[in-house]
């Protein structure tokens, strides 16, 4: 086979606390990539779905392409790649749009090269894609290459963990219409912060992970809560409040800020739609897609 | 019963990375504490064991006092403790010895108005005498309560999560005769830290509870890093480099100090003299106290 086609789902990126840490993949949204393999130039094919126009044509500028040929190269297989991507995810919406076409792209070369899924080696691969776009952090990546929870214990070296996770709990994911650029939303964070806050923020990162894979619903409640970006980032986001207010009073374990937003999202008990409905009233007159889904429990996959 | 005689076990607080987040608990070593409940004034009636001298006799000053008095004034009973307090863990030395007695008052208190533990009220009153000694922090108290390994997630309110540990590691506890006083050591910690810093530890905390809750070897290996106290405390602790090389040399899955030392603590596959004896031989001419022991499943107990 010299020809492949691959889904990656999108992700929650900065699972509350979990800043840089936590990452959670979602199922049924996603980007659809193909590799074709050559022996002639890289290109972009075919660019097709959301948010299709702003995608680089440019091999070099394209993360699908970045990661393909990364994956090519590290393996040491003298082809390059034509993409063609069908993108379900936005560029920029904080559902992990660009992780989840890097990892297409280096997952779509290493099936098309006949290869069964390294995830260290596409994590890597993804990884040098995603550092030309949104910074070089790994909290999309490892849950759209291993799915579920993952905890990212170290980018250099790539360490990733992926946690088992108990429950059947829902997701759901609202994403207004304004456009954040990852790099500005880090630009406004703090660089020092003082030891209360982030001793604070690691008990709950510690407690939430563990609220993961022990299905403890009040533990995700009293740990699912970020000091550090959300109160930042949350003007960035128009009724970001009200929709988490809406989001909690409709019974969710936890809402915030995926990745760097604009997206909202809300962990809920089971598939949840009046919460979904609650959040989307709450967002009022802002134009906003909605998107309910449970936990993706398999990561990037061959289609 | 008006009388009751308790044991409360050691505990290795600032378990790594895990700085007032993270206490594990340590079978075999701790202090022993009796309540007598009287109508009369509230006294120390007798202190023995290590460094008895050092412990005050005034019972307004006395931390098995306070935490008596303190468990009996919420419990709403009208009495005073009259305390006795056989001391297995020195008073400074980082295997929690001032919570162990905390815990050992208040439970022993309890015990003696014939009641079943309450880890939450225990902890909020030995809470209560600590931090009069050694600042307000639990991450000796609550492994000294509810036992293994615990997670602090909160400490006002008091919200401390057991978690279960799946192996049946060994403990090696290191001692050198030098005196560090908490607060001291405390002091010279920095109060803002980078991002990056942070981030990294708090990734290691989360990545060591789930090494303990599946019994992962290599990732406590990876995560039992400690990039806060531990390069800044080390100073204060003679030969601890040496000490640290020479137990991962011996095959310990990981080596740090303990709360804020002067104990140096390691984790072990098993019950592990080898390495024991190796931390001694690197403390070299420096006397020191040494103890092997497993974890300790149950926290405070009655006698």
């Not at 020809?3 to 990452?23: C, H």
């Not at 650029?181 to 001793?199: C, V």
């Not at 970001?240 to 936890?254: I, M, N, S, T």
């Amino acid at each position: 086979m010299s020809r492949a086609t691959v889904f990656a789902p999108g992700s929650i990126g900065n699972v509350g606390p979990g800043f840089d840490v936590l990452g959670l993949a979602v199922e049924g949204i996603g980007d659809r990539v193909t590799v074709e393999l050559t022996a002639r130039e890289a290109r972009v094919a075919d660019v097709t779905g959301r948010d299709a126009d702003l995608v680089p044509r440019d091999p070099a500028k394209n993360v699908a392409s970045i990661a393909a040929a990364a994956w090519l190269r590290d393996a040491k297989i003298d082809m390059r790649a034509i993409v063609s991507i069908d993108k379900g995810l936005a560029l920029a919406g904080g559902m992990g749009g660009s992780a989840a076409s890097s990892v297409g792209g280096a997952f779509a070369a290493s099936a098309a090269a006949g290869r069964q899924l390294d995830p260290q080696a596409i994590m890597t691969a993804a990884l040098e894609a995603e550092a030309t776009v949104a910074g070089r952090h790994l909290d999309n990546i490892a849950p759209c290459v291993v799915g579920g929870l993952a905890l990212v214990r170290s980018v250099d070296p790539v360490d990733v963990v992926a946690i088992p996770v108990a429950a059947n709990w829902g997701i759901v994911l609202l994403t207004p219409h304004v456009r954040i650029q990852t790099k500005a939303a880090r630009a406004i964070l703090p660089e020092l912060w003082d030891r209360a806050s982030w001793i604070q923020q690691m008990a709950n990162t510690a407690a939430l992970l563990h609220a993961f894979t022990t299905g403890d619903e009040s533990l995700v409640r009293r740990s699912l809560d970020d000091l550090y970006a959300e109160p930042v980032r949350a003007g960035l986001i128009p009724n970001f409040r009200e929709v988490k207010r809406a989001a909690l009073d409709a019974g969710a374990l936890g809402c915030s800020i995926s990745g760097s937003g604009p997206t909202i999202f809300a962990i809920t008990r089971d598939l949840d739609a009046r919460c979904a409905d609650a959040m989307k009233r709450a967002m009022r007159d802002v134009a906003c897609d909605l998107h309910i889904g449970p936990i993706a429990r398999e990561g990037v996959r061959v289609l």
